[in-house]
């Protein structure tokens, strides 16, 4: 039963625009469970969206139902018309490659601005998304309008294509790399459009939110994905996939409805690079993020949906660091609930594995630690990048010969990504081409491909330089993007993804965090 809420709800006036914190509190359960006394209550600590509700008198107030949860009555579909069948209030999803259009009387199933919203279970395989903007095609992927993808798989083995972008992508040009849905599980998506201003939520967590340029960048020419209006279409992918939809609603709002946010981006090289990698399934992730110098996650995040740069959010572990005990990981792991983005531990020093247990590590998307803070051979306890800690340098081969071994043994440690990764102390920075030979290369990458350990490409320090990752991609070795912030300005991935370029990285060649179960500390490589 579809429900909305002038239907549920008969003489309580609804709030025009609902804020996140009251959507996220109505849909924790069915809305048939709410009394009009909780909905009051919701309203009178709910500020912002009392304030917005004033402020925009003009919007439609009702989520209307585009299922009826009986029929596809106002659905058409293409190719495949059995891909789509209705069984027990569902629209169930499986077959042939079809997509079904709404073609029904709802607001001549023609949308510009609206808010839309499905419930939608997807089983392991399952590859889908919902379509808007778009128009009736009789065959092929729908060419016109944007698709927002349903896809909460594990990633696969790379024997063929692996899809990289997960539920919520506002597919190829804004894509989101990790699932915050799971297979087997309701849940539910959200898609917003105000003007030039595109927002996805999954279970209400903001994962997309996109403000299209003057001059709008086409990777790939085939798809016009171009804020416009037209219809919403739901995707059969393929045989291999199955997918539930229920409660799909929508509330059209006027055309004149415009995002607050006026300040739509500059497209520059960079910005055109980046849509151009999400088109190509490449994880656009800056997996070496710090709060540092100010930056709130707040911040970090909302950078992070308009550049179109993944976020990897790091903590510190180690000795005298905020992390150092399972108690802290707990701590941490709390404060970061429900972030929407990747979690993870960067490990310090050579004993973090003393303070944390394997599954406290195993909590974390991912680990990756550095060889820049060690002991050296002489019981001198160093970090590189400090000067006076390094000391004078009298024989750099000797020093680069107790440094590969130190990097060794960082890549015996149970890590994802080996980070900072080939970086030398000032002194003998400027003879980095020689210093690292072909051999202590050779080793380095060889240890990151026998232990599965991702080799970051280092924007703050531009490293490793483009001869050594050649030599690494060769070698077949993995790549991560990390920017190691020092402050709150993190940049735009400039060096690692002008490697991707000038070393001929493809998509399988970039990192990708491992599933649960499927972790290093947990399966021992
Ligand atoms: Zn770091």
């Not at 003009?58 to 949860?69: A, I, M, Y």
């Not at 917003?192 to 967590?205: D, F, S």
């Not at 996650?297 to 399972?326: K, M, T």
Request: charged share 25%; proline share 6%; glycine share 8%.
């Amino acid at each position: 039963m579809p429900h909305t809420a002038s239907v549920l709800l008969p003489g309580v006036p609804f709030p025009k625009i609902y804020n996140d914190s009251f959507t996220a509190k109505l849909t924790r359960r069915p809305m048939t469970e709410l009394t009009r006394r909780e909905i009051l209550a919701m309203l009178l600590t709910t500020p912002a969206a009392a304030s917005s509700w004033a402020q925009d008198t003009s919007e439609s107030t009702d989520w209307t139902p585009l299922f009826d949860g009986k029929s596809l009555d106002g659905w058409k579909a293409s190719e495949h018309e059995g891909s789509f069948k209705v069984v027990g209030g569902e629209i169930l999803v499986h077959g042939e490659r079809s997509h079904l259009f709404y073609t029904g009387k709802v607001h001549n199933a023609d949308f510009r601005n609206f808010e839309f919203s499905a419930e939608i279970k997807t089983l392991p395989g399952s590859n889908s998304g919902v379509y808007f903007h778009t128009a009736f095609q009789p065959s092929g992927f729908p060419s016109a309008g944007f698709e927002v993808q349903v896809e909460n798989n594990p990633p696969a083995p790379l024997t063929g294509y692996v899809e990289r972008k997960k539920t919520g992508s506002l597919y190829g040009v804004r894509n989101v790399y990790k699932t915050f849905a799971k297979n087997d599980e309701w849940f539910t998506l959200s898609i917003t459009v105000r003007g030039k201003l595109v927002q996805t939520r999954v279970n209400n967590l903001l994962v997309v939110d996109y403000i299209e340029p003057e001059q709008p960048f086409q990777a790939d020419k085939k798809f016009g994905r171009v804020l416009n209006h037209g219809t919403f279409a739901l995707q059969g992918h393929d045989p291999g996939s199955t997918t539930r939809f229920r409660n799909i609603r929508v509330r059209p709002l006027p055309d004149s409805a415009s995002s607050e946010a006026s300040d739509r981006p500059e497209v520059d090289d960079l910005y055109r690079e980046v849509i151009r990698l999400s088109t190509e399934n490449y994880p656009i992730v800056d997996y070496h993020v710090h709060l540092k110098g100010g930056l709130t996650i707040e911040q970090a995040l909302e950078n992070s949906r308009r550049l179109g740069i993944n976020y990897g959010v790091a903590i510190n572990c180690g000795l005298g660091f905020p992390v150092h005990s399972d108690e802290s990981v707990q701590q941490y792991l709390d404060s970061m609930k429900g972030q929407p983005c990747f979690i993870a531990l960067q490990a310090e020093g050579r004993e973090w594995r003393t303070l944390v247990s394997p599954a406290s590590i195993a909590r974390f998307d991912y680990v990756f630690t550095d060889a820049m803070t060690f002991t050296d051979d002489h019981g001198k306890r160093m970090r590189l990048w400090i000067d006076e800690e390094v000391g004078n340098i009298p024989d750099p081969q000797a020093f680069m010969d107790m440094l590969l071994d130190r990097i060794l043994g960082v890549m015996r440690e149970p890590i994802d990504i080996y980070a900072n990764p080939t970086f030398l102390p000032a002194q003998i920075a400027k003879d980095y081409e020689t210093l690292w030979t072909p051999d202590r290369r050779r080793k380095v990458i060889a240890a990151a491909i026998e232990n599965n350990v991702a080799i970051e490409i280092n924007n703050r320090y531009k490293i490793p330089s483009a001869s050594f990752i050649k030599q690494a991609k060769a070698a077949g070795a993995k790549f991560s993007f990390g920017t190691n912030n020092a402050d709150a300005n993190l940049g735009r991935l400039e060096y690692p993804l002008a490697m991707v370029k000038e070393c001929g990285l493809a998509w399988q060649d970039i990192f990708v965090p491992r599933s649960t179960g499927q972790k290093r500390i947990e399966t021992g490589n």
